[in-house]
């Protein structure tokens, strides 16, 4: 049971390895999702940054949650289902490029001798990764995967599917911080690595953020290595727009869910119904944006931050940032933090792109 301290600093003493105790004493890792986020702090100090965090972001203006702390169980399952909604097209025009493009990507990984390492960043339950992973090993490929997950939930469903469709595959799951767990991948051994970062994730990321988490990958690749992002493209408007404002309200759903986290392990007492969620895109930036907005003045208090916070009437949270990029924009992107376009793969209707990258040298 969480207790709330007046200040910060108590909160951190109720963190138990970084685990979330449930009312009933048990605890439990983080749960995320397939193609979450990963600019996660590392578990034994996740509880008192979501703390910081939250206060920080209701201390500014314009107020701000975190997208980075959607992903707890319900956060998690709620994600699933959006990767279902009909106008989430993302996880579908992935899928598409794996399934028709295996060979080609194959043919880029492989350099020839079919021997290489599969490295991926936020795995989740490895569901599209599991396509291309099928094609190469009945090519006869030399492989070996590496999930990286901050939730071992996600990492233990992920290990017992590929343990059983794959029972040659060489698999070493690593759960936690990934930025340690690359400075451990750097030593090489000569087997070229290629590093999946998969879903839009880095959609959730600013610009500086982006080339700052490029570059820092650059700098544990050797040259001979490979980098492989999924990147969701600017389209018709609507398209995007009606992604993060579903029918079936199931988008609203997953970011009203960190106002309910925040009462749960902050002891917040927002009123969720207090809240409407407000989706937009704007097509110059090619950023859609998400918001909870405030439909009436009220005062919200969190016990673990010892603080109210006052809402306006209609004043809005900031929520997330899902950018959509051009050709050029991913070009920029890769110069800028190192690397060339090897090759890029698009789905059947030029919706989304992985873009395979090569270090410069
Ligand atoms: C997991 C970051 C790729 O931005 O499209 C889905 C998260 N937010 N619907 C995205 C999300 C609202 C998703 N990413």
Known sequence: MAIYGNKISPVRTTCVSGWHEHKDGTTSPMNNATGRPLMQAVPTTELTQFAEDVLAGLSTTPKSLSSKYFYDDEGSRLFQEIMKLPEYYLTGCEFDIFSTQTEAIYRAFANGDGKFDLIELGAGDGTKTAVLVDHFLKAGADISYSPIDISQEALDALTEKFNAEFPTLKMSARNGDYFQILDSLRIGDGRRKVLLFLGSNIGNFSREQSVAFFRSLREVMSDDDLLFIGFDLQKDPHVIANAYDDAADVTAKFNLNLLTRINRELGGNFNLGKFTHYANYRPVEGSARSFLVSRE?????????????????????????????????????????GFQIKQNFFDSRNYYCDSLWRAIR
């Open 297 to 337: 003045k009220q005062t919200v208090r969190i016990d673990a931050l010892d603080r109210e916070f006052e809402f306006d009437q209609w004043e809005a949270v900031f929520m997330e940032i899902s950018q959509k990029y051009s050709l050029r924009m991913i070009e920029e992107l890769a110069s800028e933090s």
